[in-house]
C-alpha cells in the first residue's frame, strides 16, 4: 500500500521560510516522479515543483521558480520543498503526489498516490 504523508505546514509571515517533507512508503518501482502541488480555496490544484526520483531532474512553476526547492533523501525515503521568500499567494494546502514513471510531467491528473494535505498559511 503506497503511503504519502506531509508534514511542515503552518502560519507563517510574508518573507519567511519554511520547510515541507513528505515520507514515501509501499512504491515498489525504482522509477517513479515525485511532486509538490498546491490547492487554494476556490481554485484548482496546481503543480508547484516535480522531481524525478532517480535521475533528480526537476521542473518548477513560473510563480516559484527561483524561491522553492524540491529535493529527495533516498535513504530517509523522503521528498522535501524548500520555501524562501513566502508570499500572500502562496497560502494554499500543499500536497505531495507520486506517479511512476520518469516524465516530469505537472498535470494532477498523471499522479496516482496522493498525501493528505499540509496547510501553509502566508499573512501579511
Known amino acids: 500500500q503506497v503511503q504519502l504523508v506531509e508534514s511542515g505546514g503552518r502560519l507563517v509571515q510574508a518573507g519567511d521560510s519554511l520547510r515541507l517533507s513528505c515520507v514515501v512508503s509501499?512504491?515498489?518501482?525504482?522509477?517513479?516522479?515525485m511532486g509538490w502541488f498546491r490547492q487554494a480555496p476556490g481554485k484548482e490544484r496546481e503543480c508547484v515543483a516535480v522531481?524525478?526520483?532517480?535521475?533528480?531532474?526537476?521542473y518548477y512553476s513560473d510563480s516559484v521558480k527561483g524561491r522553492f526547492t524540491i529535493s529527495r533523501d533516498a535513504a530517509k525515503s523522503t521528498v522535501t520543498l524548500q520555501m524562501n521568500s513566502l508570499n500572500l499567494k502562496d497560502t494554499a494546502a500543499y500536497y505531495c503526489?507520486?506517479?511512476?514513471?520518469?516524465?516530469?510531467?505537472?498535470?494532477?491528473?498523471?499522479?496516482?498516490?496522493w498525501g493528505q494535505g499540509t496547510q501553509v498559511t502566508v499573512s501579511s
Open positions: 503526489a507520486a506517479r511512476i514513471g520518469t516524465n516530469l510531467t505537472p498535470g494532477a491528473g498523471a499522479y496516482n498516490y
Open positions: 509501499g512504491l515498489i518501482s525504482n522509477y517513479y516522479v
Open positions: 522531481i524525478n526520483w532517480s535521475g533528480g531532474g526537476t
